[in-house]
């Protein structure tokens, strides 16, 4: 956490780089403290929160404020026809901290800033660090990354510098897959940094999940291999980091559960039986599978069983909403294995009465 004091009084607030679904917490300490109240502003989005002192400490959790700021823009907006485009899973958020006296006065404020992401860090993990992705090249495909300032990118032709890309946006930027190499020759794109700095940070001991980013250039930012396989369900996330991902399941078993949990009901007193039974429901599930995939895949794919944002691909640039059903997933120790999980489809609709 970041430190600052103003007239007399401390603050711990967070550092550059936070996330949605983790604590989003700021103290405030000293003598005649009362309260402490934050405004938080992201755009023309005000919001203002306020929690009362004990013995001259104030202490509050945010993260509900940060992520309303991000109701109804979950689902990911991508423009695949164009080279570059700012994700809405990362915003940058201006927050006023004060504190107050017993008479209600202001005895202390100040500004910061933190670029907020719709995700969840883990202990020891890497934000914006070195990705292995899968291009699927058959389908719509983006990769993202966080950028601060003017940045210039290769694209590699294999390992072969084939294309330099500029990025001028500071944020989580969604990069289209019309800027790789399509020639047929091409079994992978190595992307570099080439002028500028990608940087990343590892959550370690911030006991409030915040970081601050650091080191420089990247010189390998991610390896992003092919496959011209085009059968199967093909499905984009939102994983634990706030950036999109996708993979080309094997489908598997369709099945189709019909329910009732109502009464029969009579229609006719003069004739038994006479009626019917009501407000059926079904439920449509499809088993998915990526076959023998390594043990960094198996981690990769695992972050699909839990994002409550997963769409299929229906053709052209439609999307559909579904839910990966919950379970348990167990990784074995073998060198390769075989990722399984079950979608349920949200959009069955049935007769029901």
């Not at 695949?80 to 006065?105: F, L, M, P, R």
């Not at 989580?172 to 990608?198: H, Q």
């Not at 990343?200 to 601050?212: G, N, S, V």
């Not at 004739?271 to 039974?277: A, D, I, L, Q």
Request: net charge negative; glycine share 8%; proline share 2%.
């Amino acid at each position: 956490m970041k430190h600052k004091e103003v007239n007399g009084i401390s603050f711990s607030y967070a550092e550059n780089i936070g996330f949605a679904f983790l604590p989003c917490i700021i103290k405030a300490n000293g003598t005649g403290i009362a309260a402490l109240a934050v405004t938080i502003k992201a755009g023309s989005v005000s919001k203002t929160y306020r929690v009362d002192s004990f013995g001259n400490n104030a202490i509050m959790d945010y993260r509900e404020y940060i992520q309303a700021l991000f109701d109804g823009r979950t689902e990911p907006v991508v423009d695949y026809s164009a080279d570059t485009g700012a994700s809405n899973h990362g915003k940058k958020v201006t927050i006023t901290a004060s504190a107050y006296n017993g008479d209600g006065e202001a005895a202390a404020s100040f500004d910061f800033a933190v670029y907020y992401v719709w995700g969840a860090i883990r202990r020891k993990e890497t934000w914006n660090g070195y990705k292995r992705l899968t291009w699927f090249t058959h389908y719509p495909f983006s990769f993202g990354l966080y950028n601060e300032g003017e940045t210039e990118l290769i694209i590699g032709h294999n390992k072969t510098p084939w294309h330099l890309l500029a990025l001028s946006e500071d944020g989580i930027i969604n990069i289209g897959g019309k800027v790789l190499p399509t020639e047929s020759d091409v079994e992978f794109s190595m992307i570099y940094t080439y002028e500028g700095d990608i940087r990343q940070a590892t959550f370690d001991e911030h006991f409030d999940l915040t970081f601050y980013l650091q080191g420089g250039k990247q010189k390998e930012l991610m390896l992003i291999e092919y496959n011209d396989a085009n059968e199967g369900e093909y499905l984009r996330w939102v994983d634990r980091h706030g950036f999109l991902r996708y993979w080309l399941f094997a489908k598997g078993e369709d099945a189709r559960t019909v329910s009732s949990d109502s009464e029969f009901i009579r229609d006719n007193l003069s004739e038994y039986p006479s009626g019917r039974r009501q407000n059926y429901q079904r439920e449509d599930a499809i088993s998915l599978c990526a076959p023998l995939v390594d043990a960094e895949t198996f981690d990769f794919l695992q972050d699909v069983t839990s994002s409550p944002v997963v769409e299929r691909y229906l053709g052209g640039d439609d999307w559909e909403a579904v839910t990966i059903k919950a379970g348990t997933f167990t990784k074995s120790v073998s060198i390769l294995q075989d990722f399984t999980c079950e979608m349920i489809l949200n959009n069955t609709n049935i007769q029901s009465l």
